[in-house]
């Protein structure tokens, strides 16, 4: 379910920076009240740790998944 979680928060940050770089928009500053406003600090907070979280699917080992009766 986290893992599921930050899939959510990375693609969320994701979609922010490329309208960052297409469009020179920062959504989550729009929605929230600019960059500074608490609510963005931690929407960006979330999408940062989501990020730090991703790292460790990298080790994941996918091919191994142990069942649970």
Excluded: C, P
Aim: no cysteine; proline share 0%.
């Amino acid at each position: 379910m986290l893992d599921k979680i930050a899939l959510v928060l990375i693609i969320i940050g994701a979609l922010n920076w490329g309208a960052i770089g297409i469009f020179q928009f920062d959504i989550v500053a729009w929605l929230f009240g600019g960059q500074g406003a608490m609510f963005s600090r931690v929407i960006y907070t979330l999408v940062a740790l989501a990020g730090v979280w991703a790292i460790s699917l990298l080790f994941h080992d996918s091919s191994r998944r142990e069942i649970h009766e």
